[in-house]
Each structure stands twice: as structure tokens, then as C-alpha cells.
């Protein structure tokens, strides 16, 4: 079974300043999906980036960026020039494609409490 | 846009009370999900449903029970709720083989149990 693990509970950071998020996970598979989710306080969970394993390229969403070492199964999330608004709770998940029916099933870290001070 | 909906966003009930948590998506999503959410451990799969009247357990399907009778909605019923299940509770949905879309998900339902 695959696990995600999310070593940092809180992290706090000043506006402007750039903060990287660290996620390791533990997988047999060798074509697989990462993700990072951010929760508001309004809790709705809005899907950060993603990144397919089988690209070296890491994937970039404006000020969002991640470092993925696949060989190393570790997925950080680098975010720069932070924001007030980046505050939030932030998840790490994995996802296994499947070719036949079922569901793909999304595997979470226990989530990274990022604050953003002024 | 997509757009999943959970029918409370705050809830109390009384221990031993059956509850039934609702979740309606408007876009035609066979998959759907219900995962319970805890301070310190993230995220944890109660059931999923990829189609009509199926269903399967997830990680922690103890004490839950879901229902799928419509495709666009995916209950979830605590049968005699204990002060354990006092949790915040979150519906997700997607298409199936769309792994890079990932989930929709609901703003949550917060259940205290007394």
C-alpha cells in the first residue's frame, strides 16, 4: 500500500519570502500521480499542482513550483513571494492510475499547517 | 464549473442518533468519494462508489454505511452515531481514468456527536 508522509505539522513564513513544503511517499509503482492540495479556513480543497512520474519536468503553477526527485520518492512544494492568502492547511497526495474499472483513489498526508504573517 | 455540494455545514447529533451525511455533484461524475478528516491525520477514505448501487469500503469503513442510489448523489449514514465519529466529513467526485484532473471536493460537513 502506498503512504504519504508529510514530516512538517506547522510552518509559518513572512509575506514576500519564499517556503518549501516537504512530502515523501512510499510506492512499488513506477507510473504514478502527485498532488498538493491547499484548505482555506472555508475548508474547500483546491487542488494546488500536479505532477505525472514519468515527466522529469517539474510541474509549475505560477508561484507554485515543485521539486520532484522520483528515485528519491520525494514531492516538495516551493512557494514564492507568499501571500496572505496562502495561508492554509496543505496536502500531499499520491494517486495510482488504474486501466480497468474501479476508481483511482487518492492517498493523503497527514497535511502541513502553513501560516503566511505579515 | 464543477460543483459538489455537501447539504450541512455544520451538524449536531445526539450519540446513538442514525445520521445521514448527503453529497450531490452536478456533473455527471461516476466516482465518488467520502473521506473523514482529523487534526493529525490528514485525510482518511470511509467508502467510495464508481458507479450506481456500488460501493467500496475504504480505510476506515467501521461504523459507516453509504448509499448510491443516483449517480449524482452519495450519502453517507453513521447507524448509531458515537462521540468517535465527532469529525469533519468530505465528499470528493471525478471521472474515472482522469487521474490528472484529480477530485472535486466539497467545503465538508463539521458532525459533532454528543
Known amino acids: 500500500a502506498q503512504t504519504v508522509t508529510q514530516s512538517q505539522p506547522e510552518m509559518s513564513v513572512q509575506e514576500a519570502e519564499t517556503v518549501t513544503l516537504s512530502c515523501t511517499y512510499d510506492?512499488?509503482?513506477?507510473?504514478?500521480?502527485l498532488f498538493w492540495y491547499k484548505q482555506p479556513p472555508s475548508r474547500q480543497m483546491i487542488l494546488v499542482i500536479r505532477?505525472?512520474?514519468?515527466?522529469?519536468q517539474n510541474a509549475t503553477e505560477n508561484r507554485f513550483s515543485v521539486n520532484f526527485q522520483k528515485a528519491a520518492k520525494s514531492f516538495s512544494l516551493k512557494i514564492s513571494d507568499s501571500q496572505l492568502g496562502d495561508t492554509a492547511m496543505y496536502f500531499c497526495?499520491?494517486?495510482?492510475?488504474?486501466?480497468?474499472?474501479?476508481?483511482?483513489?487518492?492517498?493523503f498526508g497527514k497535511g502541513t499547517k502553513l501560516t503566511v504573517n505579515p | 464549473d464543477v460543483k459538489v455540494t455537501q447539504s450541512s455545514r455544520y451538524l449536531v447529533k445526539r450519540t446513538g442518533e442514525k445520521v445521514f451525511l448527503e453529497c450531490v455533484q452536478d456533473?455527471?461524475?461516476?466516482?465518488m468519494f467520502w473521506y473523514r478528516q482529523d487534526p493529525g491525520l490528514g485525510l482518511r477514505l470511509i467508502y467510495f462508489?464508481?458507479?450506481?448501487?456500488?460501493?467500496e469500503k475504504g480505510d476506515i469503513p467501521e461504523g459507516y454505511s453509504v448509499s448510491r442510489e443516483k449517480k449524482e448523489r452519495f450519502s453517507l449514514i453513521l447507524e448509531s452515531a458515537s462521540t468517535n465519529q465527532t469529525s469533519m466529513y468530505l465528499c470528493?467526485?471525478?471521472?474515472?481514468?482522469?487521474?490528472?484532473?484529480?477530485?472535486?471536493f466539497g467545503s465538508g460537513t463539521r458532525l459533532t456527536v454528543v
Open positions: 470528493a467526485s471525478t471521472v474515472p481514468h482522469a487521474v490528472i484532473y484529480g477530485y472535486t
Open positions: 497526495a499520491f494517486m495510482k492510475p488504474i486501466t480497468q474499472g474501479g476508481s483511482e483513489k487518492l492517498v
Open positions: 462508489s464508481y458507479d450506481v448501487k456500488m460501493k
Open positions: 510506492t512499488s509503482e513506477n507510473n504514478y500521480y
Open positions: 505532477q505525472e512520474a514519468y515527466k522529469q
Open positions: 456533473m455527471d461524475h461516476e466516482n
